[in-house]
Nanobody, 125 residues
Framework: QVQLVESGGGTVQAGGSLRLSCAAS????????MGWFRQAPGKEREFVAV????????YYSDSVKGRFTISRDNAKNTVYLQMNSLKPEDTAVYYC??????????????????WGQGTQVTVSS
């Protein structure tokens, strides 16, 4: 089992920044790829960004490309999501997820067996 704990959410004004963290513990060798997803009220969960632990390959959704940066600290088993130039439409619960499969193309929630509890991000206009 892999346990994931997100932190760093909060409320920020439009144009501001937040950094989310996702700490992995347990069978971390089972988490070859880490992803961030989000779900806004009344909407389906959507992919945000993905990173592979070994090489650090990344991929982003078009809606956040150029504003968000995903990174990882292998020594700390932690993945980060730096969010800049935030917009009200970025308001959502953000989840990190882990899978034992390796690939920057892992953009579907169904591909991830391990999930964190989520952290709320609210962007006010």
């Amino acid at each position: 089992q892999v346990q994931l704990v997100e932190s760093g959410g909060g409320t920020v004004q439009a144009g501001g920044s937040l950094r989310l963290s996702c700490a992995a513990s347990g069978r971390t060798f089972s988490s070859s790829t880490m992803g961030w997803f989000r779900q806004a009220p009344g909407k389906e969960r959507e992919f945000v960004a993905v990173i592979t632990w070994s090489v650090g390959s990344t991929y982003y959704s078009d809606s956040v490309k150029g504003r968000f940066t995903i990174s990882r600290d292998n020594a700390k088993n932690t993945v980060y999501l730096q969010m800049n130039s935030l917009k009200p439409e970025d308001t959502a619960v953000y989840y990190c997820a882990a899978t034992g499969a390796t690939g920057w193309w892992m953009t579907l929630g169904a591909q991830y067996p391990y999930w964190g509890q989520g952290t709320q991000v609210t962007v006010s206009s």
